[in-house]
């Protein structure tokens, strides 16, 4: 009985099939070819098994001259200055397009000399390499520089990575969400001092590390390139996803000044909007725990600053700095951050009978910063909404942003995740 | 003159090796000559060890392949890359590491006449330490930080000397105390970098620094390292009689017609020289300095003619042995000041334990 019904769904899926096609419906993605890129288009067909159409006209994809558009995110660039264009969603032509920007669809382009078998790169190390391409397996002990590769849309070539932020259950919960592999990818993750034989182990072709990690110069002694980040600033990560996009090949590349264009516009946004306001709420962040304040060199006060804020911190130099309450009330900051990390929380600092002494404490204004698994005021892509977040605590509706917008669009955009309203609800509310 | 035995006072070393009428004496020897060796055997087969599967005739051929090229024609590349260009240099560096500050702790002991001390007395570790964290606070490279530890660690004993120059009374007291102080001095600082480092990157990395470990070591590290340990570890051996006489005090040292004074700073210079590398390319790592000294007593006894190659060799065989735990059972690398002192304070309490054994 059962294995008469399932014959009898096996026809009905043969005899649907059928007629989808016979209605168009093609099985192969139909590509329209902007002229002179023939030669980019016979590489990656060729090399793609299910095979491509070629149609003058109601196509599923347009392969063009262009550049993308950081709005966008249906197309993807196979070389720096030619794109594949989605224009019709259907699976077929989304596994292409996933295709054309993989590192099989790279290969391709190598293979026919439309592509350079190797860029050379300059870190934020002071090193210069020549790195072959494509880069395949990627290992990142460095948290931060995982979630970049995220964004640039490297994750399938992930193989092991750290995360910042996933240990709690909800991170771990909301990074399996993201990326159903995660739970694969951070297992045996060293902490940041790993070794050249277990990177061995691994057989990468690239390794993303901090900046002056005590550990790379073996890794690097056995053939195994190295690129080190040091992001803690607007202008530093900018310069850091640059970097990762042009390690991991034009479709990367492309992304990291979609990200950019993206970073850059809500900074403009902000900063106009917010330059007629007369005074700038005095904000201070705390992490780890309440008594312990971010510096004025710290990416937290670079997001303060960019978000129309000024930081009561801002004069303090090194890392994070110990103060006690009664230097907290002579800032007398208007609001309150505290780290999503660490032991740091709002009901410590709202239930302290001393630091209820504070205007802001009393007014209500200690927020947590958001978090869906990186937190946001580190030097993470993430961290643009971090300015949109505060903007809008700060400002209202001035900036003409919105947070709960802004990360739908964010979280589809750069890590090809469609975010649910209850984490967006989560994640704005104040 | 009749053998002294084991049980002699501190201070006093052992000036005859006639032990074969005691019980136990061809077991003893035994030890001494399993001791002795144990370096090489297992450099040999530490070599074979790693997180990092390589067999043992794949590492062999690898190790050929300077010499024969085509001896590795088989090998994997990253194989034959990991044993020459990562295990070798690594093995090399705990070897000489290990001897090192096992040979100065003995040095030290015997000039200070104080089994409780280590070449980290006078501050060169402090000061190595300072030198290393403040390279990674402005963000240097690893030859930097080598550099620097190297630079501040002579710095440290240079103002202990200096400082101590102070007083004329009971020189060797106030060298301490200086030594003390400067290693305070400088300890306190590192703790100021500490604070001021970011916590993301430059802390740990500082934290990882200070409990020492040989993660970074590549064959950068190893030329000084090589010739500072070979030379100060052959003019202990060459001077190694001396240290018998400057262990039973300044007054006997003199009446031997030896100026105790001058041989004393030769002793001090080299042994910080020796250290002051060691913690330059490990970081610190304590206990070897203190354990190793007692543990080579406890098979030769304290006649420095056989303590000085005992402990050279059982230092270098100690950090070997838990450098190769250290990289081969995970892949993060535990501390070796963390190993050492795990494995250390266990052996010291089991050595002290044990009747018969005299510094």
């Known amino acids: ?430 | 003159m009749p053998a002294l035995t084991d049980d002699a006072a501190p201070g006093a070393a052992s000036v005859s090796h006639g032990r074969s009428d005691e019980p136990g004496a061809a077991w003893r020897d035994a030890l001494v000559v399993v001791g002795l060796a144990s370096p090489f055997v297992l450099g040999v087969v530490a070599l074979t060890l790693g997180f990092y599967q390589i067999g043992v005739l794949d590492v062999m051929r690898s190790l050929l392949s300077p010499l024969v090229p085509e001896a590795a024609a088989e090998v994997p590349e990253i194989a034959r890359r990991l044993v020459l260009d990562v295990r070798l240099p690594r093995v090399l560096a705990a070897l000489l590491i290990g001897a090192g500050l096992a040979v100065t702790g003995v040095v030290f002991q015997g000039i200070f006449t104080n089994p409780l001390v280590d070449s980290g007395l006078l501050g060169v570790t402090a000061g190595a330490g300072f030198g290393a964290a403040l390279v990674m606070l402005i963000g240097g490279g690893s030859v930097m930080i080598q550099v620097a530890a190297f630079a501040f660690g002579l710095l440290a004993v240079t103002l202990a000397f200096l400082g101590s120059r102070l007083y004329r009374t009971a020189p060797t007291i106030v060298l301490t105390l200086m030594g003390i102080l400067i290693g305070s001095f400088f300890a306190s600082l590192t703790s100021l970098l500490k604070y001021l480092a970011d916590p993301l990157d430059t802390l740990p990395a500082i934290t990882f620094w200070l409990l020492g470990g040989l993660t970074g070591v590549s064959w950068r590290s190893v030329p000084l390292l090589l010739v500072l340990t070979v030379i100060g570890s052959a003019f202990f051996l060459l001077v190694r009689w001396r240290l018998n006489v400057l262990s039973m005090g300044d007054a006997e040292a003199t009446a031997l017609g030896m100026n105790p004074q001058r041989m004393k700073v030769m002793l001090i210079v080299a042994a910080t020289l020796v250290t002051a590398v060691a913690v330059s390319v490990g970081g610190v790592i304590g206990w070897v300095g203190l354990v190793i000294p007692h543990a080579a007593r406890m098979l030769v006894g304290p006649d420095h003619l056989r303590l000085v190659p005992m402990s050279l060799a059982l230092g270098a065989s100690f950090l070997l042995t838990i450098d190769t735990v250290s990289r081969s059972l995970l892949p993060s690398e535990v501390p070796l000041g963390v190993l050492t002192g795990l494995i250390g304070v266990p052996l010291l309490i089991a050595l002290l334990r044990r009747q018969g054994t005299g510094w």
């Open chain 1, 1 to 430: 009985m059962q294995g008469c019904r399932s014959l009898v769904r096996s026809l009905a899926f043969i005899a649907l099939a059928g007629c989808a096609t016979g209605l168009g419906w093609a099985a192969t993605p139909r590509v329209q070819v902007e002229a002179d890129l023939e030669a980019v288009f016979a590489a990656l067909s060729g090399a793609y098994a299910p095979g491509v159409e070629v149609v003058a006209e109601g196509a599923d994809l347009v392969l063009a001259v262009g550049a993308v558009d950081w709005r966008e995110a249906n197309a993807v660039a196979v070389t720096p200055d030619t794109l594949l264009t989605l224009v019709i969603d259907t699976p077929e032509a989304a596994a292409f397009l996933h295709f054309a920007a993989s590192p099989a669809g790279q290969r391709a382009l190598i293979d026919a000399g439309l592509l350079p078998g190797s860029v050379t790169i300059s870190d934020q190390d002071g090193r210069t390499i020549d790195l072959a391409q494509p880069v395949e397996r990627i290992f990142s002990p460095y948290a931060l520089a995982t979630y970049m590769v995220y964004a640039l849309g490297g994750a399938d070539r992930l193989v092991v990575g750290n995360y910042l932020g996933a240990r709690d259950p909800e991170g771990a919960a909301a990074m399996t969400r993201i990326d159903p592999l995660f739970p694969e990818r951070s297992r045996n993750a060293p902490e940041d001092t790993t070794n050249a034989e277990f990177v061995a182990t691994l057989t990468p072709d690239l390794v993303l590390a901090s900046s002056n990690s005590p550990w790379t110069d073996p890794v690097e002694a056995i053939g195994v390139p190295v690129i080190g980040f040091e992001g803690e600033s607007t202008e530093r990560l900018r310069d850091a996803m640059r970097i990762l996009g042009q390690a991991l090949g034009p479709d990367a590349a492309a992304r990291a000044e979609a990200w950019i264009a993206y970073y850059d516009f809500v900074l403009e946004a902000v900063a106009t909007s917010t330059s007629g306001v007369a005074t700038r709420p005095g904000v201070l962040f705390t992490g780890t725990n309440r008594t312990r304040v971010a510096s004025g060199t710290m990416y937290q006060s670079a997001l303060i600053r960019a978000a129309g804020g000024t930081s009561v911190t801002a004069h303090l130099g090194g890392s994070w700095n110990d103060v006690d309450v009664e230097q907290v009330a002579t800032w007398n900051p208007d609001l309150i951050l505290v780290a999503p990390y660490g032991q740091a929380s709002v009901a410590a600092i709202v239930e302290d009978r001393e630091w209820q002494l504070l205007d802001a404490v009393r007014a209500g204004a200690v927020l947590r910063v958001p978090k869906l698994v990186a937190p946001w005021d580190t030097p993470v892509p993430d961290s643009v909404l971090a300015v949109v977040w505060l903007a809008e605590t700060l400002h209202g509706e001035l900036t003409g942003l919105s947070c709960e917008s802004e990360t739908a669009f964010f979280y589809q955009r750069f890590y090809d995740y469609a975010i649910s309203a209850e984490e967006i609800a989560a994640l704005c509310q104040r």
